[in-house]
Each structure stands twice: as structure tokens, then as C-alpha cells.
């Protein structure tokens, strides 16, 4: 039998639970709106279209240069191009392999400023993540570009181990399957969700100049996660049932669904970031510069 204390006692454990939740919203709030969020996604939606196609023929390139990845070098294609518009995506996949294919006809000087529009991305991408984390101390410029370029180098081959490892998890989901009614589609639901929540985890414990903590961290991927298959489902049916650009644009509405998809995707990627960042502010846990590092001061 439940008292009048007891009663009393959890509505006021809920109210001060309201009030930290809605002390906390404000705070976020007040956060984004500091940051300008959408401004500095506009920046990066800019930027991506500069180097999307530089970046795709050095990942390429990548997978090019080691054969053990010729198997998986279509899987991971198709989920790039898939994530990258939710729909559209033969006629943009038609049109970046096109760009791609002109792009590994180039001169050695080419391939040079292909590697420095594409390290552009990831420097921008940087930049944006220290300035939410408020880190007034860059790295060294040597010690970036050995980043960047390890990122250019070894990220392609990361996710081919990833990819690698994916197939052969869902084909034990698909035996799994025989046992478990269910189990290999349930499977399929859920590994997007994962992988996403595991690439911006890693981008938000990695890329600022900071000690990140995976707890804090956790949340804001999980938000973003969470939020960029909502909108890759949500925006893959409005364009499907409301089709406003193609009948506007005609043949190049593939362009302005790029744009508009990039820019919802930075904006999705900076609210988890400034969630982050918001959790060890409001807890009082903030992150300490990572020690042991030479740094200068800009």
C-alpha cells in the first residue's frame, strides 16, 4: 500500500527532475544558438561539396591498393552513396563515378591537389569540433597533418576490416536466422543504427584537441545516431511521395537534394557534438586538453 509520503516524496523527486531537465534543455539550447550551429553546418555543407569528390578518389584510390578489399570496395561504395542521399542515388552514384573515373586520369600534380582538397574536409571538420569544445589551443601544424593524413590513408582501410567483419556477422545472423525466426532482419534494423552511433562516437572522442570522456560522448552519439536514420528514413519518403525538387528542377534536382541532405546531415553531427559538450558543462565534468602534447596558441 502506497502512503501519502511516498506519494508526496516521488512527486518531488519528478518535479526536481522537470526542473533539471528543463535547466538543462536551456542550457543546450542556449549552446546552439551561442555556436550557431546551422552557420558553421552551412560552412561544412560547402566545404563537403568542394571535397566530395577528391575525397571519394583518394578512398578509392584506397581500396585500389590493396586487393584484399576488391570484395568489399562495391559494398562499401553502395553505403556511402546510400548514406549520402537517401534517394536519388543511381543517378548521383552514376555521376560520382564519372568524376571519380576522370579523377584517377589525372597528373601526378592533380592527384597532389586532390590530397589537399580532401585534407580540407577533414581540417574543416577539425576546426568546427574544437571551436564546440571551445579549444583556443590547435595542434601543431605538422602534428594536423600527420592526423589528416592518417585518416586519408588508414581510414579506407578501417572501414574494409569493418566492412569485412559486417558480412561475415550477418551471415552468421542469416544462420542464426533458421533458429530464430526473425533474427537476421531484426539484425539488418538495427547494424545501420550501430555503425552510425560507432562513427560519430568515434568523431567526437577523437577529433577534439580534448580528453573526451566515452560517457558523455556516448549520449551525443546516440542522439546523433538516432536522429540521422530518422531523417535518412523521414527525408528518403518526403522525396519519394513529395517529389517538389524534381518537378521544379527536372533532370539536375539531384543537386539541390545533395545540398539540402549534407546540410541537414552537419547540422544532425554538430547537435550531438554540442550535446556532448553540454552534458560535461552542465555536470561540471569539463574535458582537460590531452596531456603530454606540444601545442601552440592561435
Known sequence: MVTKQQLAKAKEIGLKSAKEAVAFLRHFGKRCAGDRVNV??????????????????????????????????????????????????????DYLQRFVGNANQMTAIGVV???????????AIDKAMNTIWRVHNRRRMIISLAVYWMVLTMGPILVGTSFAVSSYLLSIAAFADEYVSGFRSTALTLFPFFTTLAAFLLLYVMVPNRVVKFRHAIWGAGLAAFLFELAKNGFGLYLQYFPTYELIYGAVATIPILIVWIYLSWNIILLGAELTVSIEEYLGERSEPIPHEEEETT
Open 40 to 93: 558553421m553546418s552551412g560552412h561544412l555543407t560547402y566545404v563537403s561539396l568542394l571535397s566530395l569528390v577528391p575525397l571519394l578518389a583518394v578512398i578509392f584510390a584506397m581500396f585500389a591498393a590493396f586487393p584484399m578489399f576488391e570484395e568489399v570496395r562495391q559494398s562499401v561504395e553502395d553505403a556511402l552513396l546510400r548514406n549520402l542521399v537517401p534517394t536519388s542515388g543511381e543517378a548521383l552514384q
Open 113 to 123: 591537389f586532390l590530397f589537399v582538397v580532401a585534407l580540407m574536409l577533414i581540417s
